[in-house]
């Protein structure tokens, strides 16, 4: 009867991977991503949980690491972005946290860039988490905000506690990319603490600047 179930959970889990590798596909083809100001060197960028579907816009995959929580849902897609050639880091700030962060700075290391979704896994949102600014901290690489919108009706919000953004077929979206923040080798946690606080200030000044600025971007 156990072995029928594990059977069963299999087959769904594999159908769901399938189903979500042929709409990724599908959509990479489909969407558009006018992307402004995209960096010329390496970066680690950081991005809100609920934009997780601008790691479309990346220029070379091939170089680019994403880091993806390592719970059953996080399995889901990391197993399904491959399809894009997009690889991953599995941990968060609850599970693999630290094993996570060292694979992380070693990919940098490498010559690789990374991109992390800073209130995640599970929020709360809008509320940058200190691993960004250790990570950027020990490898000496740049973080680069990253704000994403579109006016499209396709671009749809779910009713998810971080809102997230779901771009369907032909949809037209901006991505802007904030100028490189370099963190400082030493830091004490009080001063960690404040850089997650610039660093959520320049996301959302970022964010309003693209909302408010949305076609002049697009036309550029």
Request: some cysteine.
């Given at each position: 009867m156990a072995n029928g179930r594990k059977l069963k959970e299999r087959i769904q889990l594999w159908s769901l991977i399938k189903l979500l590798k042929l709409f990724f596909l599908t959509e990479q083809h489909l969407l558009k991503i006018k992307s402004v100001n995209y960096p010329k060197e390496q970066f680690i960028f950081s991005m809100w949980h609920c934009h997780q579907c601008l790691t479309y816009g990346v220029k070379d995959k091939s170089t680019f690491y994403a880091l993806?929580?390592?719970?059953?849902?996080?399995?889901?897609?990391?197993?399904?972005?491959?399809?894009?050639?997009?690889?991953?880091?599995?941990?968060?700030s609850k599970r693999r946290g630290v094993a996570a962060s060292l694979e992380l700075i070693e990919k940098l290391k490498e010559g690789n860039s990374v991109g992390i979704m800073v209130d995640?896994?599970?929020?709360?949102?809008?509320?940058?988490?200190?691993?960004?600014?250790?990570?950027?901290?020990?490898?000496?690489?740049?973080?680069?905000?990253?704000?994403?919108?579109?006016?499209?009706?396709?671009f749809f919000e779910l009713n998810t506690w971080d809102k997230?953004?779901?771009?369907?077929?032909?949809?037209?979206?901006?991505?802007?990319y904030g100028d490189p923040i370099h963190i400082p080798a030493e830091l004490t946690k009080e001063e960690t603490q404040e850089w997650c606080k610039k660093i959520e200030s320049e996301m959302n000044r970022l964010q309003k600047n693209l909302e408010e600025n949305y076609d002049e971007y697009l036309k550029k």
């Open positions: 993806i929580s390592a719970s059953n849902d996080g399995e889901i897609i990391a197993k399904a972005a491959e399809c894009l050639n997009i690889k991953s880091v599995r941990g968060s995640g896994p599970r929020g709360p949102r809008g509320k940058v988490k200190d691993g960004i600014i250790n990570i950027s901290k020990i490898s000496g690489v740049p973080i680069i905000p990253v704000a994403w919108h579109s006016k499209s009706k396709l997230f953004k779901v771009p369907i077929g032909p949809c037209q979206t901006v991505a802007l």
